[in-house]
């Protein structure tokens, strides 16, 4: 068996890898590398029933993992790149032969995977950790769900400036509800809840736009979003809208937030 442990910024993930079949995965949070990726092992161990014999060895990637100098607990650890790691989970997890994936974190990275050759084709900082460090400052927030919570309650127009501010008629292929500015209104009387809604707008179009022209620039009819913002539903919808406009599917895979720790799982398969 292996295990692959992608230490993050802010949350670690773990997966339990045998035969080239995922049979579990796990994610925790702690103050440092160390103890997320040894606790997120240890997780793994004790809730899947297994022995530190029965590990073959770990392989660990993202951020964090320059912090871990030596062998965990004694059992072979190895390093590997974590836009490689991207590129072979997001393999596996599409099943296609060729795949541009926007792996969203604390930040975005796109990348384009083949049986041949992995690339990182760019990204940008906005991300995840673009949500909760605006949450904190505008909204007095920083639990994630708490401030999807709120985003589920707000009215978007309470806050972007929409093409039917400024137009009488839709701009080319945009329609008059489509997004002009964002923030570029910002009424007196928008909530908190309009706020929330406006941020993770604003951070979910940027990344679905630059997906698209990535997508775009490949020939490719459709990107596959991993990591932690591939679970943000309001944030899915916002990814959905844009492929309506583009003609550019985006597909949100079982496991794909574990998509970095499966990479790094199989990087030896």
């Known amino acids: 068996m292996i295990i692959g442990i992608d230490i993050g910024s802010t949350t670690t993930k773990a997966v339990a890898v045998e035969n080239g079949v995922v ?25 899947s029933n297994l022995t530190m014999s029965s590990i073959e060895k770990i392989i660990i990637t993202g951020a964090g993992a320059i912090s871990i100098k030596n062998e965990i607990f004694g059992i072979p650890t190895k390093k590997i790149d974590e836009i490689n790691a991207i590129g072979i989970g997001g393999m596996f997890l599409s099943k296609k032969e060729s795949v541009v994936i926007a792996n969203i974190g604390t930040g975005t990275s796109i990348i384009e995977a083949t049986r041949e050759k992995i690339t990182h084709l760019g990204g940008t900082g906005i991300g995840g950790g673009t949500i909760t460090g605006l949450s904190k400052e505008l909204l ?21 400036l929409l093409i039917e501010d400024i137009s009488d008629s839709g701009i080319s ?4 509800k489509s997004t002009a500015s964002n923030f570029g209104k ?3 009387t928008a909530e908190k809840e309009d706020m929330a809604l406006g941020i993770i707008n ?5 990344i679905g736009v630059i997906s698209v022209f990535a997508a775009k620039s490949r020939g490719a009819s459709s990107v596959m979003v991993t990591g932690n913002g591939s679970k943000n539903l309001i944030g899915r919808a916002i990814l959905e809208d844009i492929s309506r ?3 550019i599917r985006f597909e949100f895979p079982q496991d794909a937030e574990y998509a970095t720790a499966i990479g790094a799982a199989l990087s030896e398969a």
């Open 23 to 47: 049979i579990k995965t796990v994610k925790t949070k702690a103050f440092d590398a160390i103890t997320s990726a040894t606790g997120a092992l240890g997780k793994i161990i004790i809730e």
């Open 140 to 160: 007095n927030a920083t639990d994630f769900e708490h401030i999807l919570e709120m985003a589920g309650k707000g009215d978007i127009s309470q806050v972007d």
């Open 173 to 176: 292929f945009l329609s008059g």
């Open 186 to 188: 910002m009424l007196d």
């Open 202 to 206: 604003m951070v979910f179009q940027v």
């Open 245 to 247: 406009l583009y003609t």
